[in-house]
């Protein structure tokens, strides 16, 4: 589950101009889109995003002001949509070894690290809980999660006997999950030696939308799933951050609400390589052979903490209560629609029912991870 922040080396790496490259889209190769954001206007949205943030803070002090205002794609570039297929993306951005350099040598303090596993478990076992009454889970199943971070989902299914592993590319999170014996593979699902068909679920959350090749991800996905296995994507919402950038644009009081509504689910400034809508989804995945079985709408697991004043941590809730209202309301009319849904979790499946027989994930990763801490 990674919303990652890295420290100034690391957003220096992806700010070099001669690095960065214009990009077709990645669902259908198109190169004609329209302008969502330009690079002017995702600087006024940084600048407008750290105003946002800092008004809500007890104290002035910029760490605390850094996993709400500093990302690894949040560098000047413009946010476009595919005319052909609708995608959003970042172009041009870093080619793909400087945006995988950047998340492998992500730095952060112990405390930050604590914290996130805390606010990330806590959020982790409402899915957990959605998955063991909704999925049809066999009695100790086989999970992998991409891009499993501080391994607070590692965390919720290990509670509840689940067989998990973790994938992240980041030595130090790899490391701060070790040391609490979550097992996690530091590197990619595609190197990872996982067993073909020996997964029942595999989980990207927070995750696919900084990939910057996910066809590699998701061909190893494929590979590694059972028939009956289950792949899970969680996204942000590329167009309700259309719809909110264009009303941005606008005077008035309705300004301050979208304002707020971007800024408290992570969308302000778009820091992501790609905003996903659900048919964008399903064209990236079809061709992989999943099928679309369900999607819920969501907003972004709570960013309120002790430093956040009385007042903009009601804010908070009464915004992502609006989101979930509006969603709800808006799906009664239209059931694909997710104008005002700042979040996705999209469930896929092969087809088949899930087997009742448990199997082990990775025959031989235990001989080549790491020493685990028991």
């Not at 930050?112 to 076992?125: C, K, M, N, P, V």
């Amino acid at each position: 589950m990674r919303q990652v922040e890295p420290q100034p080396d690391a957003s220096d790496s992806l700010a070099g101009e001669a690095s960065f490259i214009e990009i077709p889209c990645l669902i259908c190769g198109g190169d004609q889109t329209d302008i969502i954001a330009s690079r002017t206007d995702l600087e006024d949205q940084q600048r407008l995003l750290q105003a946002f943030h800092r008004r809500r803070r007890r104290t002035k002090v910029r760490a605390g002001l850094a996993d709400r205002v500093e990302f690894t794609q949040d560098y000047s570039t413009r946010i476009v949509q595919c005319r052909s297929c609708g995608l959003v993306f970042r172009t041009p951005r870093p080619s793909v070894s400087a945006v995988t350099g950047a998340y492998i040598q992500d730095r952060y303090n112990d405390a930050h690290l604590q914290s996130e596993f805390l606010s990330q478990r806590t959020w982790a076992r409402k899915k957990a809980a959605f998955l063991a009454s909704c999925m049809r889970l066999p009695p100790r199943p086989v999970i992998v999660e991409v891009g499993s971070f501080v391994g607070g989902f590692l965390d919720a299914g290990r509670q509840r006997g689940w067989s998990m592993l973790g994938i992240d590319p980041g030595k130090e999170v790899t490391a701060f999950c070790h040391e609490r014996g979550l097992p996690v593979y530091c590197g990619t699902l595609a190197d990872a030696p996982i067993a073909s068909a020996s997964v029942d679920v595999v989980a990207i959350w927070n995750t696919f939308d900084q990939l910057p090749n996910p066809d590699t991800t998701l061909a190893a996905a494929r590979r590694a799933l059972r028939d009956e296995g289950r792949l899970i994507i969680r996204v942000p919402n590329g167009i309700m951050y259309r719809w909110g950038a264009e009303r941005l644009e606008r005077e008035g009081t309705g300004r301050q609400w979208i304002t707020a509504a971007l800024a408290w689910n992570n969308l302000l400034g778009f820091p992501y390589l790609h905003g996903y809508s659900i048919a964008t989804l399903d064209q990236l995945l079809g061709r992989h052979g999943f099928r679309r079985l369900a999607f819920s709408r969501d907003t972004l697991m709570a960013l309120s903490d002790p430093d956040t004043k009385a007042w903009a941590m009601v804010e908070e809730k009464v915004i992502k209560w609006w989101c979930r209202w509006a969603g709800a309301v808006e799906s009664v009319w239209s059931k694909d629609s997710t104008r005002f849904t700042p979040w996705l979790d999209v469930y896929y499946g092969l087809g088949k029912t899930i087997s009742r027989t448990p199997v082990s994930v990775a025959r031989d990763y235990l001989s080549v991870a790491p020493a685990i801490p028991r």
